[in-house]
């Protein structure tokens, strides 16, 4: 038996056994149905969902440009600017599972040094994935610029390296690099789109 047909058997029977998961299924399809119909709402048109919590699925996808406009309309959320940029807050959840979430940020320390030397950190999400080739690091953050207080917003995705070994600080690197570059391009007058575009990166001044 593949390993395939081995986790879908095993999950036909669990669902025999657990009934009630069929509510839960159906309430992350609708989730996920929701995240696509804002994706097609904010122009993301080479992301695709399948899952709310991003691992590795063929069929979900998406690109630096994408996610970085993900940001960008994120940092227009009031509600959501309270909580970013905080070094702890908690979130009230209400409901039947009436509950308190706290939480904590994870742009603090060596890692995001380098970015924080120069730009005031907003806020954002980062994320990781491994596989056989390797370990893939993306990071979408808002950013202040220490100069003008313009607002920045970058995302990167790629396999990261960094000499010390440690990817968080590499990300860190790049990401900086981003938004040099992006700084660069404000300063030429002649570049009619303040915008930094790759296969891997993108960046641009929120309006």
């Known amino acids: 038996m593949s390993r395939l047909k081995w ?42 969902f399948v899952n709310p919590h991003g691992l590795d699925d063929k069929s979900h996808y998406s690109c630096a440009k994408d996610l970085a406009r993900l940001t960008m309309y994120c940092a227009s959320d009031k509600r959501l600017l309270e909580h ?7 979130v009230s959840v209400r409901g039947p599972k009436a509950r308190i979430i706290s939480g904590s ?27 056989a080739n390797g370990r893939y690091e993306n990071l979408c953050l808002v950013c202040e610029s220490k100069v003008d207080h ?20 590499a990300r860190g690197v790049a990401f900086k690099e981003l938004l040099d570059w992006l700084e660069e391009f404000r300063k030429d007058s002649s570049i009619a789109e303040q915008v930094v575009q790759a296969s891997y990166c993108s960046a641009w001044v929120m309006p």
Request: aromatic share 14%; proline share 3%.
């Open 150 to 169: 313009a607002w920045l917003v970058g995302c990167i995705m790629y396999n990261t390296y960094h000499p010390s070994g440690n990817p968080l600080a």
């Open 7 to 48: 986790i879908q058997t095993c999950f036909s029977r669990i669902l025999r056994l657990f009934p009630g998961m069929y509510c839960a299924l159906e309430c992350v399809s609708a989730f996920v149905d929701e995240m696509n119909k804002y994706a097609n709402l904010f122009g993301m048109n080479n992301t695709h």
């Open 105 to 131: 940020s994870t742009y603090s320390g060596t890692a995001m040094m380098t970015v924080e030397d120069y730009y005031h950190i907003i806020g954002g999400k980062s994320g990781t994935l491994l596989d």
């Open 84 to 90: 970013w940029g905080q070094a702890s807050y908690s």
